[in-house]
């Protein structure tokens, strides 16, 4: 089976600007959910949807949001980046919501100017 | 809420000493805990998860963990360090019922020749 694969994984931006990022679970997941990892905050979760709905939300501004479509691969959308968005962003996926072992892609690192 | 502490950035072993990578969580609830490894430009692989049964856990690679509800430990351990465990190492908890990890801050191993 191929793994979560994740869509760009190197992104430059400038401030101001919106950015999508994109995540394909792996064949037949339902739960996807998404992490920021920077040098000074670590690992931080973002948010999880299963089947098409936000199941969980982390701490962090609207300006973060995200969708899952009908074929479980998910995105997220910052707008109006800010130069403290730069960071390593994680999506991983498992079989189902709740007990069960979730597996990451390689990242997408975003670099905000 | 759940928190994980690992003592220690950066840990420096030479090849074919013991590694010791220490994490104490915070939960109110019994946890799930995982150790995952990153190798960089790359995500999170698991090395080794503790949800209920024996406390002593064996992950890949050689390395294990064991669960001491007493001290809110679970530190990960290898007998002889190898070159190639040269990566960065995340403790994670999470809750039953939960898909949502919440990690430490992460441990830079460092294996010398």
């Known amino acids: 089976k191929a793994g979560v694969t994740q869509t760009p994984r190197y992104l430059i931006k400038t401030r101001g600007q919106q950015v999508t990022l994109s995540c394909s679970p792996i064949s037949g997941h339902r739960s996807v959910s998404w992490y920021q990892q920077t040098p000074g905050q670590g690992l931080q979760f973002l948010f999880e949807y299963f089947s098409e709905t936000q199941r969980n939300k982390g701490n962090f501004p609207g300006r973060f949001s995200g969708r899952q479509f009908s074929n479980s691969r998910s995105e997220m959308n910052v707008s109006t980046l800010e130069l403290g968005d730069s960071a390593l962003y994680l999506c991983a996926s498992g079989p189902q919501a709740g007990d069960h072992e979730q597996y990451f892609g390689p990242g997408t690192r975003l670099t905000v100017t | 809420a759940q928190s994980v502490t690992q003592l220690g950035s950066h840990v420096s072993v030479s090849e074919g000493a013991l590694v010791l990578l220490r994490c104490n969580y915070s939960?109110?609830?019994?946890?799930?805990l995982f150790w995952y490894v990153q190798y960089p430009n790359q995500g999170l692989q698991l090395l080794l998860k503790?949800?209920?049964?024996?406390?002593l856990v064996k992950g890949i690679n050689g390395f294990e963990a064991e669960f001491k509800k007493s001290e809110t430990s679970f530190h990960l351990t290898k007998p002889s360090a190898h070159m190639s465990d040269a990566a960065e190492y995340f403790c994670?908890?999470?809750?039953?019922?939960?898909?949502?990890?919440?990690f430490g801050k992460g441990t830079m191993l460092l294996v010398s020749p």
């Open positions: 994670a908890v999470r809750k039953s019922g939960y898909s949502t990890l919440t």
């Open positions: 939960s109110s609830v019994p946890p799930y």
């Open positions: 503790y949800t209920t049964g024996a406390t």
